[in-house]
């Protein structure tokens, strides 16, 4: 059975660089039939998407995060990684990793996420 | 940056109810519109994709419709744990965006 599950510290310094780790269990990210994805959600606001990963590496970034963002993958630990550079308040949020499935128009939805872990940015 | 307003912000309803939840996008998305429901604490679950198909293990008292740049979720029969926040969120295009969320509650 599938499960994904979100994991890094909680709280990060103004400046830092903020890192999460998704662990997929129960299924290979190695899949050439989904992406990977991060999506966050700061207090009281709504869902912002930050970007995917294929399991070849491939990714995609929302461009509001000013090239602040990486994202990568292991298939040999079936994990991928986010880092957040340079953080500020703003970045205060609740993490959120997850699969994308495709529709029969390869158009992608978030079909499986994790329950989402929540990063603080405070001195 | 395609923009999704949801209407209305906050609904309240009674078990039973037939309840409806529109979602605007600022451009023509097609048909590629996703509805996820998400309770206090816990991961946003996916119920609806391509604007009106149900997602495996969603009940079928959900449906979606709609196409262009206004869609719809309409759920046929509240159930006691269909109280959540629904959000919309467009597959047209990078980057995707989602509504700002529409929160049923008991009456």
């Known amino acids: 059975q599938l499960q994904i599950q979100e994991s890094g510290p909680g709280l990060v310094k103004p400046s830092e660089t903020l890192s999460l780790t998704c662990t997929v269990s129960g299924f290979p990210i190695s899949s050439s039939s989904y992406y990977w994805g991060w999506i966050r959600q700061p207090p009281g606001k709504r869902l912002e998407w930050i970007g995917n990963?294929?399991?070849?590496?491939?990714?995609s970034y929302n461009p509001s995060l000013q090239g602040r963002v990486i994202i990568s993958i292991d298939t040999s630990k079936n994990q991928f990684s986010l880092k957040v550079t340079s953080v500020t308040v703003a970045d205060t949020a609740v993490y959120y990793c997850?699969?994308?499935?495709?529709?029969?128009?390869?158009?992608?939805?978030?079909?499986?996420w994790g329950r989402g872990t929540l990063v603080t940015v405070s001195s | 940056d395609i923009q999704m307003t949801q209407f209305p912000s906050s609904v309240s309803a009674s078990v039973g109810d037939r309840v409806s939840i529109t979602c605007r996008a600022s451009?023509?998305?097609?048909?590629?519109l996703g509805w996820y429901q998400q309770k206090p604490g816990k991961a946003p679950k996916l119920l609806i994709y391509a604007a009106s198909s149900l997602q495996s293990g969603a009940p079928s008292r959900f449906s979606g419709s709609g196409s262009g740049t206004d869609f719809t979720l309409t759920i046929s029969s509240l159930q006691p744990e269909d109280f959540a926040t629904y959000y919309c969120?467009?597959?047209?295009?990078?980057?995707?965006?989602f509504g700002q969320g529409t929160k049923l509650e008991i009456k």
């Open positions: 990963v294929f399991y070849s590496g491939t990714t």
């Open positions: 997850a699969r994308l499935d495709r529709d029969p128009d390869n158009n992608w939805y978030f079909d499986f």
């Open positions: 451009q023509d998305i097609g048909t590629w």
């Open positions: 969120q467009q597959a047209n295009s990078f980057p995707y965006t």
